[in-house]
C-alpha cells in the first residue's frame, strides 16, 4: 500500500520503541489510538508487510491485531531508522529489580504451628456413626419388587 514516508516512519518509530504493536481490526478508523497522524489502515498493512519478511510475529485475537518484534525485525529497524546498536526496543530491556530484604530483620515470621489440631484429628477413634458399617446389618431388603430379594 503507498503511504506518506513519515507515516510509515512513524509506525517505525512506536514498533521499535515498544517492541509490540496493537491494531483493532477496523479499517475504516481515522486514527490510530497511539500513533499520531496515521490511519488504523496505514498501521495494519505497514506491520503485515513487516510480517511478510518475518520481521515481526503476528497474532491475531477478538478482533485485534498483535505484532511482536522479532531479533531480525530489530536489526531491520535499526538499519531503517539510523539508530545506534545501545538503543533497544522496550520489551527488551531488563527491569532492575528491587533488592530482596535482608534475611534476618526484614523477614516475616511464620505463625506458630499448631500440631494440636492435627494431631487430635489423626488420633481419633475411627468408630463411624454414620454410613456403612455404622450399624450391624440384619438383612438387606429386596428392591421393591425387582429381582429376586428377600422371601
Request: hydrophobic fraction near 35%; charge should be positive.
Amino acid at each position: 500500500m503507498l503511504m506518506p514516508t513519515k507515516n510509515r516512519r512513524a509506525i517505525y518509530e512506536y514498533l521499535f520503541k515498544e517492541g509490540v504493536c496493537v491494531a483493532k481490526k477496523d479499517y475504516n478508523q481515522k486514527t490510530h489510538p497511539d500513533i499520531q497522524n496515521v490511519t488504523n489502515l496505514e498501521v495494519i498493512k505497514a506491520c503485515k508487510s513487516l510480517a511478510s519478511r518475518e520481521f515481526v510475529k503476528e497474532r491475531f485475537a477478538w478482533r485485534h491485531h498483535y505484532w511482536y518484534l522479532t531479533n531480525e525485525g530489530i536489526n531491520y529497524l535499526r538499519e531503517y531508522l539510523h539508530l545506534p546498536a545501545e538503543i533497544v526496543p522496550a520489551t527488551v530491556k531488563s527491569k532492575p529489580r528491587e533488592p530482596r530484604p535482608a534475611f534476618a530483620g526484614d523477614r516475616l515470621t511464620r505463625a506458630p504451628k499448631m500440631d494440636s489440631d492435627r494431631d487430635a484429628y489423626r488420633a481419633s477413634e475411627k468408630a463411624t456413626e454414620a454410613g456403612p458399617g455404622a450399624a450391624p446389618v440384619s438383612g438387606y431388603r429386596g428392591g421393591y419388587g425387582r429381582g429376586a430379594g428377600a422371601m
